[in-house]
Each structure stands twice: as structure tokens, then as C-alpha cells.
């Protein structure tokens, strides 16, 4: 959606997990080469060395493109024979990479082999994409063996509305004796975060709510309709549309769970989430962990609600201490805070294209191919 509101003609070429979305898109052609499993790495691979056997043919209807975006590192592995289809190394690729996956955080064998190999799949890319300063600092930089220029592109909300709407937002402070109303909203898959959401709701006895919207992940909540029947003042309201829901759903909430022990101590260390922007610009206080990247964010502008730990007792202790003054207070510095800081329009959309039209400077910036991975960042 970036990329065409920024100018760009797309094709997508890439591995399918659930229902393909942009099937009703008639102006993008979409090039299913495979398709892979939630968690299953071996999988995974062995469907990337099926499509490298595949992939002359998969793509020869498509286009030249002008550049080749490949997000994450089983589609940087296709990107280079994706280039040698259309041209070679006239084709600039561009690696964006939105999760460093543990097992490239390994010191032992699996690690070193899979750095290795992202060093040398990265060889002829021309520019490293990432959603947060975290993930050069502690991984690119340190442990990576690639070296690229960054683009930074955080999870900001697009929001291509040429009337913005209501900003700064309204403050919701609730009335006397209704609770506090935490939203979990995206990918649903810290089991952590339930157990700890779910024991603090219990042990505030009505004062907190805990609201969950998105999808849940079956790996990690196999027995997710259990969970929550035995959740009292926890409650799930299925998934939503991103991004005409968000201001509905974010506008019932007071405050948004930005927190994610999903890889703690590694990615979710470095990581800024979806749900930190979405909630910010709908007037969502953020809880964010202090010491994670999301904390630092926050901590620099004077923003959120920051916690030292997070457990059941100290989220309790927390917010028995909260005063509908106090929660005012933090909702005016956020609601004093920049829009774009949040969001993004039609004029970040052209400057992106713009900057990834620049790494091919003697082809019209016409035509980028995405070759998308259907792993997600955290939402």
C-alpha cells in the first residue's frame, strides 16, 4: 500500500500462509511460489530450495522491476536468482529485515551458518530496510556480517485519509467505579503476556479490564477458548480490519499492552510494535518494560506508562496507586505529541519510493517487485 501510494507499479511474488489478500487487487500481480507453515523452520527452508528449482518459470510473466524488496531472510535467498531473471545485477535488491529470528542470535553452529549465510545472500544488496534502531545496533552491527546503508521505516500507521480526522484525540478517563480498560490488540502470541494480563485482572477483582482483538496464534494458545474461560475480567473480541478499525477499537481502551516476552532477552528486547504507533495515534497510553527498545522510545519523549518489571503484583501495585488525574496527565504529553510521529501519509509514501527509485538511477522509478515473507512482525 506504501509503495503504491508512493507511485510505484507492484508485483508480488512470495510464499502463502493464510488467505491471500491482495487477490482482489486487479492493478498487482501476485505470483504464489509456495506455501508455509506458522514455526515450521524446516519447512520453511525446504520450501525456498523448491522455489529457487521453479522460480524462472514462476516469474516469467512479470515485468522487469526497477528494484527488488525482499523482506526477510528465506526471500533474500530467492532475491538473487530473482535479479538474474530479469537482468542480473542491473536489478538493485534491497534486504528488509522486521524480526531477527532467534536462531540467528545462536552461538553455536545453527547461528554462526545462518549469519554466514545472510552475510553472503546479502552480498549484492544495495540497502538494509528495518523498522527499528534496535535491531542495527544489536544485531546488524554486532553480529551480522551485513553491511549495508540503513533505511529506517518504523511501523507507523498509513493513514492516506487527505483529512486526518480528530488529533490530538479525547481523553477517556472513564466514569467513577468503572475499571481501567487495557487493550492487547495484533498478533496474539505471548503466552506470557496472558498469563500476566490474566492474573492481574483476576487479582484486581473488576477494576482492570483486559480487552484482546487479532489473531491468536494456535501454536502458542492451543487451548486459547479454555484460557479464557477461566479469565475472569478478560475478554476477547475477535479480529479487526487495519486500518478502518483501529479507532474503534483503540478508542475503547484507555491504555494499549505494548509489551512482548514472545523472544524475550532478543527480538522482543528491540522491537517497536505495531500496537505502540496504532495506540499512540488513537489516544492509547502505551505500557511499555523500561529497559526494552519501546521503553527507551518512550523514556526519550517523555511518553507512556513505563514499568521497571512486569508482573502480576507490580502491574496491581501499579494501578491501584492510578488516579484519574494521573491518567490525564499521561494521555495530555501524548496527545501533545507530534501526529507524525505516529502516522504516515501520501508524501512519506513518494519519498520511500522516491529513496528506492534512487538505487537505479538510470530507470524511470516505474515498476518495484515485493517479495514479501508471510512472517510478521509483532503486531
Not at 508485483?11 to 500462509?17: D, K, N, P, S
Not at 494521573?326 to 509514501?349: M, T
Request: charged content about 20%; glycine content about 8%.
Amino acid at each position: 500500500m506504501m509503495l503504491k501510494a508512493g507511485g510505484a507499479r507492484i508485483a508480488v511474488a512470495g510464499f502463502q500462509r493464510d488467505a491471500n489478500l491482495l487477490a482482489g487487487d486487479p492493478e498487482v500481480p501476485v505470483v504464489t511460489i509456495g506455501r508455509t507453515a506458522d514455526g515450521r523452520l524446516g519447512q520453511r527452508l525446504s520450501s525456498v530450495l523448491k522455489a529457487r528449482l521453479s522460480l524462472r518459470r514462476q516469474l516469467a510473466g512479470l515485468p522487469r522491476p526497477d528494484v527488488i524488496l525482499a523482506r526477510n531472510l528465506e526471500m533474500l535467498a530467492l532475491a538473487g536468482q530473482a535479479a538474474s531473471v530479469f537482468g542480473g545485477g542491473r536489478v538493485p535488491i534491497v534486504y528488509e529485515a522486521l524480526d531477527i529470528h532467534r536462531l540467528m542470535l545462536d552461538d553455536g553452529i545453527k547461528g554462526r551458518l545462518l549469519r554466514a549465510a545472510e552475510g553472503y545472500l546479502a552480498r549484492n544488496s544495495r540497502l538494509l530496510a528495518t523498522s527499528s534502531p534496535a535491531f542495527v545496533q544489536h544485531y546488524f552491527e554486532r553480529r551480522s556480517s551485513v553491511r549495508l546503508p540503513v533505511l529506517l521505516l518504523e511501523n507507523k500507521v498509513l493513514d492516506l485519509n487527505p483529512d486526518p480526522g480528530l488529533w490530538p484525540p479525547i481523553p477517556r478517563p472513564g466514569r467513577q467505579g468503572e475499571p481501567w480498560r487495557i487493550g492487547w490488540f495484533g498478533a496474539i502470541r505471548c503466552r506470557k503476556s496472558f498469563d500476566i494480563l490474566s492474573r492481574f485482572a483476576r487479582e484486581m477483582d473488576g477494576q482492570v479490564e483486559i480487552i484482546i482483538r487479532g489473531r491468536v496464534s494456535p501454536r502458542e494458545f492451543p487451548n486459547f477458548d479454555a484460557l479464557l474461560a477461566d479469565a475472569p475480567h478478560v475478554s476477547f473480541g475477535g479480529s479487526y480490519r487495519n486500518p478502518e478499525d483501529l479507532a474503534t477499537i483503540y478508542g475503547e481502551v484507555q491504555f494499549v499492552w505494548a509489551i512482548d516476552f514472545f523472544e524475550e532477552g532478543l527480538n522482543s528486547e528491540w522491537l517497536l510494535p505495531n500496537r505502540l504507533y496504532e495506540g499512540a495515534l488513537h489516544g492509547a497510553v502505551p505500557i511499555a518494560l523500561s529497559t526494552t527498545e519501546t521503553g527507551h522510545f518512550l523514556a526519550q519523549r517523555n511518553l507512556g506508562l513505563l514499568l521497571a518489571s512486569v508482573d502480576p503484583q507490580s502491574l496491581q501495585e501499579r494501578f491501584k496507586q492510578l488516579s484519574s488525574d494521573d491518567y490525564l496527565q499521561l494521555f495530555a504529553r501524548l496527545a501533545d505529541s507530534k501526529r507524525s510521529q505516529w502516522a504516515i501519509g501520501e508524501a512519506e509514501c513518494r519519498a520511500l519510493v522516491a529513496r528506492l527509485a534512487g538505487l537505479a538511477p538510470h530507470v524511470a522509478p516505474a515498476a518495484a517487485l515485493h517479495i514479501p515473507s508471510p512472517q510478521q512482525s509483532e503486531g
